[in-house]
């Protein structure tokens, strides 16, 4: 009776958990109850708050409200550590291994066997990781080799393989099958069923429909830092799945789309473009005026795209052509050249797009400090306090003084700075990755009118952002990728929620195509 | 199984040396100038110029294992030729010079020795304390540092001088066979006690001191979970924190272990110069860092060793004498230093060329 009554108890319940960050409500009031001996998928689009509630269950987030309880305990976690004690044991999408090390130095590191004096006993350590990885599954895994030198894939083996050498009662996975293939899916799948069959419990956050479906047994949506719903796998249908990931009405903050026009002459051609192994045989075209959406999960190779046609990247194939020409981009500093004016608005604007410690003034100038040179080859204050009105003025960037340093605005006005500084090169081609990422509503309506405008007036945007109301809002067409390929071109009344997400993940069409 | 094909996984003697690549070019480099000395200098494998070369290269070894136990946890120390000078005049203060008559004190120069590695060590342990606890960049707390272990030093032994036992000198710096008691191997030592006896003049006391110390101090803290940590913190400090390790312990350590060895480099310099001099160490620091770069071991932290820092420091002693032998003016050693380590560094740093991500290169 009383063994029964145990059972009963949720292994891990997080009630009414809230956590902000600055003005953003990453959760509000999400509540998750996981059973033991079952494996719980949670899903919802990139920023529905999945992976903050894991982090506080996993102790690396603190949450400002709410209650967790661990098998009927109220607890609180206080660090990752602190976390493994209790049974609770995270791989996440950044990997924890430490490239420099080997397989097994990183699979026991806290606690690696010794012998009589004290130091590391190598052949049991090798030994201790060849049984672990047997016992796994994964035996083809050198413990000598060093992680730096493993492809991603099996880096993804050794971490889970370091979760399970902790025993954990909780192991949660957060995309920890996103870079393997699908043979290795498998071994994974076969470790969590097993876990599962001892009575622990596995969370599994994962962004492929096809997994959660073939591998979960209950199922809890997020959305808008909420849980929308939780259902036993099995009996909720697709539609009601992404209906509920999505759920919400799309705001009227887009400017109107301009109708779609006949024949559009291509501004930026990109013919059979690869980059092992990120990007495969990619071919898209921009034409002018028009603004073409990327769209997919995060990690398909949306940024390598970017990268690779702005210059970043070595060792790409294919051809690109601007305005007709062939041309060949080595760096960066060739893309934003006069005769190319390819601009790129960086996913990162603290690290990629400003330079922080500098002036406003001097970020925006940097990009076309050599068109403001006197002829003594110096540079001439009064044409560059004019350019940085002109920007300030065009951007309407809210500041104090241009000699402030850039790092003192709020976001959204440091992504203006960015984005103005690239306008000023009079570029005719903009790469956008996430440009309106984590900024407030107001400066994103700023952005998305900006946008048309600069399409209006002739300019090719390639506009990649994880949040489907823009591309839905914004974009003329989507390219949608999936691992590497473009999976889909969604043009017209195709371009909806539905058919991003499902397209996203590697789903044929929601509706029968006629 | 599946993935096996395309793991990047390399058999073992192409895997070692694509892993040690930048340790194996200081080896290169120490065997080539090597080879370049001994055609120059006829007398190159001679007791007698083998044992200074290698009294030579000693301190400059033991300055170079303690910036490399810093770097790599990433951090640097400037402040290692300041310890040195530090142990220096440390050790001149407090030999006692016996009467007249008097046998040399031997309990005096176990203490001398015990006091000098700890105050070493001690400055590595405030260096480390205040670079965690403090969250200082270790550059500019071993700047500081620096200043404040000169000062020591220079309140210690304001004017060079002061007493060293000479028997202290002759232990650290001689040659085997001039410390074994006479008639080791015989009176008249036929075959193998020959063939020993000669081996035993060959070989240089300090390069034994070296192997003990390796043996006694880097061997036992490359090995342990210690060693480990500090790699691992030097690697990525964040995953190293998420995955359980005492990362300030680690840190600490490592500083105290660059202490400790730069304490040992002051005990050998005092024996090779019998003196004490509060200026003697300053040259070590930025030679140490050219070293421990030219030895392999990343400025970034995490990978590397004092293996190639000894290759380096070995190999960096042949500039002058090969200069010396080619009659090249003095003068010019810095300009040929400096040639050497850049062309060491570059040949290491080849491999750049096969990063895809050009971003990734200026990370």
């Known amino acids: 009776m009383e063994k029964e009554l145990k059972e009963k108890i949720p292994l891990l319940e997080a009630s009414l958990v809230s956590k902000r960050f600055g003005n953003t409500i990453a959760l509000n009031e999400a509540t998750l109850v996981c059973q033991p001996g079952s494996i719980h998928a949670l899903v919802g689009e990139n920023g529905a708050g999945k992976s903050t509630l894991i982090k506080i269950v996993a102790g690396v987030v603190t949450p400002d ?50 012998n009589q004096f004290g130091l590391i006993n190598r052949s049991k350590l090798k ?10 599954g994964i035996e083809h895994l050198d413990p000598n080799a060093l992680i730096g030198e493993l492809p991603l894939a099996q880096r993804q083996l050794v971490e889970i393989a370091k979760a399970l050498s902790h025993d954990p009662k909780l192991l949660i996975l957060d995309e920890g099958t996103s870079a393997l293939s699908v043979q290795d899916v498998e071994v994974v799948f076969r470790m969590i069923r097993r876990i599962r069959d001892q009575g622990r419990s596995v969370i599994f956050i994962s962004h492929r429909m096809s997994e959660v479906e073939e591998i979960a047994d209950t199922l809890t949506i997020f959305r808008d830092g909420e849980d929308v719903g939780s259902f036993p796998m099995g009996t909720v249908s697709h539609e009601e799945m992404v209906r509920l990931m999505i759920g919400r009405n799309l705001d009227q903050v887009f400017p109107p789309k301009p109708a779609p026009a006949q024949e559009r002459e291509a501004m930026l051609k990109v013919e059979g473009l690869s980059w092992d192994p990120k990007l495969h045989d990619i071919n898209l075209t921009v034409g002018k005026g028009e603004i073409v959406g990327l769209g997919g999960l995060d990690g398909q190779g949306q940024g390598e795209l970017l990268f690779a046609l702005f210059g970043v990247l070595r060792g790409v194939k294919g051809n690109i052509r601007v305005d007709g020409q062939r041309v060949k981009i080595q760096s960066p500093s060739i893309a934003a050249s ?14 990629e797009g400003l330079i922080l410690p500098m002036s406003i003034g001097s970020n925006a100038v940097l990009t076309v400090i050599d068109r403001l040179l006197s002829q003594f080859g110096l540079v001439d204050r009064s044409k560059e306090s004019k350019t940085i009105k002109k920007m300030v003025e065009q951007m309407q960037v809210k500041l104090e003084s241009n000699n402030a340093p850039v790092r003192s605005l709020s976001g959204g006005n440091q992504q203006k700075v960015v984005i103005g500084k690239w306008l000023l090169t009079e570029a005719q081609i903009y790469l956008l990755h996430d440009p309106t990422r984590g900024i407030d509503v107001g400066t994103k309506q700023e952005i998305y009118q900006l946008m048309r405008q600069l399409a209006d007036d002739g300019a090719s945007i390639l506009f990649f952002s994880t949040e489907l109301s823009e591309l839905v809002g914004m974009c003329d067409r989507v390219l949608v990728l999936y691992e590497g390929r473009i999976f889909r071109e969604l043009v017209n009344d195709q371009i909806n929620e539905e058919e991003i997400v499902s397209a996203a993940l590697g789903l044929n069409s929601t509706r029968q195509e006629s | 199984m599946v993935s096996k094909m395309n793991s990047g996984q390399r058999p073992g003697i192409r895997r070692l040396i694509f892993r040690h690549f930048r340790v194996l070019i200081a080896f290169a480099i120490m065997f080539a100038l090597m080879g370049v000395t001994a055609s120059l200098n006829k007398r190159f494998f001679t007791p007698a110029v083998i044992t200074s070369t290698s009294n030579q290269s000693m301190t400059l070894i033991f300055a170079g294992a303690a910036q490399t136990s810093v770097v790599i946890t990433g951090g640097i120390d400037l402040s290692v030729g300041s310890i040195i000078s530090m142990c220096n005049s440390l050790a001149s203060a407090l030999f006692i010079e016996p009467a007249d008559g008097e046998p040399v004190n031997i309990a005096n120069i176990i203490f001398v020795v015990v006091t000098v590695l700890l105050a070493g060590a001690g400055a590595g342990l405030i260096n480390g304390l205040i670079v965690v606890y403090g969250r200082l960049q270790p550059i500019i707390v071993t700047l500081a540092t620096s200043s404040i272990f000169s000062g020591i030093a220079l309140f210690l032994r304001p004017r060079p001088g002061g007493y060293v036992p000479r028997i202290y000198g002759d232990i650290l710096t001689r040659r085997v066979g001039q410390l074994l008691p006479e008639n080791a191997f015989g009176a008249e030592p036929m075959g193998l006690m020959a063939f020993l006896e000669n081996v035993f003049d060959f070989i240089p006391a300090s390069f034994i001191f070296l192997l003990l110390v390796l043996l006694v101090v880097w061997i036992p803290f490359r090995r342990s979970r210690l060693g480990l940590w500090v790699y691992a913190v030097g690697s990525n400090e964040g995953a190293a924190y998420m995955s359980g390790v005492n990362v300030n312990f680690a840190k600490v350590s490592a500083y105290v272990l660059g202490g400790l060895f730069a304490g040992i480099g002051g005990l050998f310099l005092t024996a090779q110069t019998l003196t004490g001099d509060a200026n003697t160490g300053a040259v070590f620091t930025l030679q140490s860092i050219a070293i421990v770069v030219l030895g392999g ?47 060491a560094v570059a040949a290491g740093a080849s491999r750049i060329f096969t990063v895809r991500n050009r971003l990734d290169t200026m990370r």
């Open chain 1, 338 to 351: 006069k005769k190319i004016g390819m601009a790129l608005i960086p996913e990162d604007r603290k690290t």
């Open chain 2, 297 to 343: 071991t990343s400025l970034f932290g995490g990978s590397g060793g004092v293996a190639g820092t000894i290759a380096a420091a070995i190999a960096l002693r042949f500039i002058p004498n090969i200069l010396f032998f080619a009659r090249v003016n003095p003068l010019q050693q810095p300009l040929w230093e400096g040639a050497v380590i850049l062309l």
């Open chain 1, 127 to 136: 030994e201790q990781t060849e049984a672990l990885c047997a016992g796994l």
């Open chain 1, 65 to 114: 409200s709410g209650m967790i309880k661990i098998e009927g305990h109220e607890s609180t976690i206080q660090s990752p550590a602190d976390a493994a004690r209790k049974g609770i044991v995270p791989v996440f999408q950044e990997l924890s291994l430490l490239s420099d090390l080997t397989v097994a130095e990183n699979i026991f590191i806290v606690n690696p066997p010794r």
